[in-house]
């Protein structure tokens, strides 16, 4: 079973906006630190986004002041989402998102890091 499941992906038009989520699955208690990558087409995996247990946000230059890497704070003892407001996209922005994280799957339990299945963007110009 996926324990993070990304959406929102879906195609945009040059300095269009979209937000991406990735939501755990049941089987997950809390999401620790997380992370947004991205792979286009012939290239390899980069990565965009993170943000830490402690809610430090860091950005890859090529996004910084476009992408807002965010969790849902909504409960108090847990996060079940993490997510990537993208704004001013560009057609080089153009790739399948994934999101990575480190996972508890009980309060109790060590920390286990597991990838989503992706969800693809695409920026026509």
């Known amino acids: 079973q996926e324990q993070l499941v990304e959406s929102g992906g879906g195609l945009v038009q040059a300095g269009g906006s979209l937000t991406l989520s990735c939501a755990a699955s049941?089987?997950?208690?809390?999401?620790?630190?997380a992370r947004w990558y991205r792979q286009a087409p012939g290239n390899q995996r980069e990565l965009v986004a993170t943000?830490?247990?402690?809610?430090?946000?860091?950005?890859?230059?090529f996004v910084k002041g476009r992408f807002t890497i965010s969790r849902d704070n909504s409960r108090r003892n847990a996060v079940r989402a993490v997510y990537l407001q993208m704004s001013n996209l560009q057609p080089e922005d153009t790739a399948v998102y994934y999101c990575?994280?480190?996972?508890?799957?009980?309060?109790?339990?060590?920390?286990?890091?597991?990838w989503g299945k992706g969800t693809q963007v695409t920026v026509s110009s």
């Open positions: 943000v830490t247990t402690d809610g430090t946000m860091n950005y890859a230059d």
């Open positions: 049941p089987t997950v208690f809390t999401i620790k630190g």
């Open positions: 990575n994280a480190n996972v508890l799957r009980d309060p109790f339990d060590r920390a286990y890091d597991v």
